[in-house]
């Protein structure tokens, strides 16, 4: 009796501890916003302690939650919901069932979590793309990539790839009669990332280099080569995403090496090598004098960490590390961001490199935003955040596509 009465103790102690932890005074929904991250941290805390004691890997816990909202392909009376395959790669497609003279538009989903979790199927995406195929008449294909770590990089990049070129084929736009000069490709969080990657690389593709019209990045991580950005300073404790759980989870997409989380959590995980490549990252070149106040840049150190990652200075990986040549050639650009989120300076730096070379940006930035809120937007921990960063990219789409 007394154990149990010291665990239960202990554990209200620690969700009091993490549900007072300070929040932005300017975010909606304060207490709902304080239980959501508070279940976060919870079950990064939870995490933890089963992966010391030998019972589970740490991101285990996430895919399980994630597991626990995936939905079935139900068909409405608007929409047709299938569940089929590109190329060997599950898709979930949302068809219209309204007849158009026109042909129709077509957003390519690539869903976020950190390149671990997360799912094309779970309820708040699956709603997001009955709302965009519903409102726009549109074609929706939404990608289960394979996850890591059991799938490390650059199989996610490589399913999604495969999935786009399959779907831009001219036999399979004219099946699904969709317009092939309204195509746009669409990504949140870690799927940004994606999204940016594959439009990078189609651009790059003779055959397939004007077969995207636009680009949506909701909130995207671009890069990892430096872990000490402002936003990263400023952010580290969330609200919702942390910058010790992202970096644990994220680094499984290169290795499962624990040493290489401990060097990202200390800025000294890229070699020597690396250095030509900080210039497309400087924050105190590229970062708006708003969010520079006091902090300092300071190069991240150079050759500590003993073994070599080739896939950190990889391109395919970090959008941000291409030259100015390669960026000057993508299409439209939708970059959706949030002042409470540590990934945002990753966001503010790409628009700015964006905007230097001529391509055409539109940018959403909500001041009372954290990262994530797309995520929260059914059930008893709905956030208007969400909703609202919902209704924005539809909004976009239907003035852009």
């Known amino acids: 009796m007394g154990y149990k009465t010291l665990c239960f103790g202990f554990s209200c102690i620690l969700f009091a501890y993490c549900f007072y932890s300070p929040i932005p005074e300017n975010i909606e929904e304060p207490w709902k916003v304080r239980y959501v991250d508070t279940l976060i941290k919870l079950a990064s805390h939870m995490a933890t302690l089963l992966e010391n004691i030998g019972l589970m890997k740490y991101e285990r816990i996430f895919s399980t939650v994630t597991s626990l909202f995936i939905t079935q392909a139900v068909s409405d009376e608007n929409i047709t919901v299938i569940d089929t ?32 979790f997360g799912s094309c199927k779970v309820t708040d995406h699956d709603i997001l793309n009955r709302l965009t195929s519903n409102k726009l008449g549109a074609v929706v294909v939404g990608i289960e990539y394979r996850l890591a770590p059991e799938y490390p990089f650059p199989a996610a990049l490589e399913d999604c790839v495969q999935v786009t070129k399959f779907f831009l084929q001219e036999n399979i736009l004219a099946k699904y009669r969709v317009d092939p000069s309204r195509v746009c ?43 000490s950005l402002p936003s990263h300073r400023e952010y580290e404790h969330g609200p919702i995403l942390h910058r010790e759980m992202m970096i644990k989870v994220a680094s499984l997409y290169v290795s499962r090496d624990s040493s290489l989380i401990q060097a990202l959590l200390r800025n000294e995980h890229m070699p020597e090598e690396s ?34 990652y080739p896939a950190l200075m990889d391109t395919r990986l970090f959008p941000l590390l291409v030259n100015d040549s390669r960026l000057q050639n993508l299409p439209l650009t939708y970059i959706l961001t949030c002042e409470h989120d540590l990934l945002r300076d990753d966001s503010f730096i790409y628009i700015a490199r964006l905007k230097n070379v001529g391509v055409q940006v539109i940018h959403d930035h909500l001041e009372e935003g954290f990262h994530g809120a797309l995520s929260f937007t059914t059930g008893s921990v709905a956030l208007q955040l969400g909703c609202k960063i919902r209704n924005k990219y539809i909004h976009w789409l239907e003035e852009n596509l």
Not at 87 to 107: D, F, G
């Open 85 to 116: 395959d590109f190329s060997n790669i599950p898709v979930r497609l949302y068809l219209p069932k309204r007849k158009s003279e026109r042909k129709r538009p077509a957003v390519i989903v690539i869903h976020g979590g950190i390149f671990v």
């Open 275 to 308: 250095r030509h490549l900080f210039k497309f990252v400087n924050w105190s070149h590229f970062l708006p004098e708003k969010y520079k106040k006091s902090h300092v840049y300071t190069e991240p150190v150079l050759g500590k960490l003993n073994v070599s």
């Open 185 to 227: 490709i669409m990504g949140d969080s870690s799927g940004g990332t994606l999204a940016a990657a594959v439009t990078q690389l189609l651009r790059d593709d003779p055959e397939f280099k004007n077969r995207i019209k636009a680009q949506a990045l909701i909130y995207p991580g671009l890069q990892l080569i430096d872990t």
